[in-house]
C-alpha cells in the first residue's frame, strides 16, 4: 500500500529558509518526488530522487533517505511567490505515483 | 509541443446524468494518469495506461468509473449516474516511462476539468 505523511501546513518569512518533511511507506518504491502546486492550478514538477542524498537545483533542494522512508523538500531565500501546496508523491517500480495531501506553505513579509 | 489539454474545463451536471471528460496527453509520452482532487487534498490517483493497456484502478473507485484509452493516444474518464460527491477537479497527467539516465518520469498536468453535481 502507500501512505505518505506530510505537514499540513507551515509559515515562514521572505527571505528564510523552510524545510518540508515527508515520510512514506510505499510497495515497490523506486522514487521521490516534490511537486509545486499554486491555487487554482495543476501541479508541477519540482525535483526527483532516486538514490539516497541531497539533489540541488537553484533555491530548491530535496533529499531522500531511502532506509528510512523520509525526504524533505528545502527552500532558500524564499520569495512571497513561493507560497504554494508542496506535495510529496512517492513513485513505484509499476510507474505509479501517489501523492501525499500537501504541505500549505505561507510565506510572509 | 502543445501540452496536456483536457476538455471540458468545467461541467455542471445533475446528480444521477452520466458525464465524459477527455484527454489529449503530450505526443510521445505513452503513461497516462488520471487523479480526482477535492479542496485541501493532494490528487487521489484513480486510474493509468501505459499505451491502450489500462494498468491498474484504484480500489476506491466504485464501478459507476471507467476510463479508456482505446488507441494509445487521448483517453476518456466516464463517470455514469453521478453523485454530489462526484464533485472534484478531474485531472489528467502524461509521461514517458522512466529510463534511468535519461528521464524522471515526472507528470506533466493538464488544466483540469471540474465537476460540480447537483
Known amino acids: 500500500g502507500q501512505n505518505i505523511d506530510q505537514p499540513t501546513e507551515m509559515t515562514a518569512t521572505e527571505g528564510a529558509i523552510v524545510q518540508i518533511n515527508c515520510t512514506y511507506q510505499t510497495s515497490g518504491f523506486n522514487g521521490l518526488f516534490w511537486y509545486q502546486q499554486h491555487a487554482g492550478e495543476a501541479p508541477t514538477f519540482l525535483s526527483y530522487?532516486?538514490?539516497?542524498g541531497l539533489e540541488e537545483k537553484g533555491r530548491f533542494s530535496s533529499f531522500l533517505s531511502r532506509s528510512k522512508g523520509y525526504s524533505y523538500l528545502l527552500l532558500k531565500e524564499l520569495q512571497m511567490k513561493d507560497s504554494a501546496s508542496y506535495l510529496c508523491?512517492?513513485?513505484?517500480?509499476?510507474?505509479?505515483?501517489?501523492f501525499g495531501d500537501g504541505t500549505t506553505l505561507t510565506v510572509k513579509p | 509541443d502543445t501540452g496536456v489539454s483536457q476538455d471540458p474545463r468545467h461541467k455542471i451536471t445533475k446528480r444521477g446524468q452520466n458525464v465524459t471528460f477527455r484527454c489529449d496527453p503530450i505526443s510521445e509520452h505513452n503513461r497516462l494518469y488520471w487523479y480526482r482532487q477535492t479542496l485541501g487534498q493532494g490528487p487521489e490517483f484513480l486510474t493509468y495506461f501505459q499505451n491502450e493497456a489500462q494498468l491498474e484502478k484504484s480500489r476506491l473507485l466504485s464501478d459507476r468509473f471507467s476510463a479508456e484509452r482505446p488507441k494509445g493516444s487521448f483517453s476518456t474518464l466516464e463517470i455514469q449516474r453521478t453523485e454530489q460527491g462526484d464533485s472534484a477537479m478531474y485531472l489528467c497527467a502524461s509521461s514517458r516511462a522512466v529510463v534511468a539516465g535519461e528521464n524522471t518520469g515526472e507528470l506533466f498536468f493538464g488544466e483540469g476539468s471540474r465537476l460540480t453535481v447537483l
Open positions: 530522487n532516486v538514490l539516497d
Open positions: 508523491v512517492t513513485y513505484t517500480n509499476a510507474g505509479k505515483s501517489t
